[in-house]
């Protein structure tokens, strides 16, 4: 019998479980798209708000 609910339910069951995967991969490429984003995103906000500094010396000229 077991084979009988095999042959009536393997495709389904083969079929279901790409969708699942193909599901689970697609979810996996956008949760890494926005870590990224986001990453980026506080990159570029730190450095709009980092520290201000003056532009350093690069000859005695500047220094003194």
Do not use: I, W
């Not at 339910?9 to 599901?23: C, S, Y």
């Not at 798209?33 to 520290?51: C, F, S, T």
């Amino acid at each position: 019998m077991s084979g009988n609910l095999y042959q009536a339910f393997g495709p389904e069951l083969v079929t279901q479980r790409r969708v699942q995967l193909e599901q689970d991969a697609r979810h996996g490429r956008l949760v890494r798209r926005l870590r990224r984003e986001r990453k980026a995103d506080r990159a570029h906000e730190a450095a709009e708000r980092g520290p201000r500094r003056a532009p350093c010396a690069c000859c005695a000229a500047d220094v003194g």
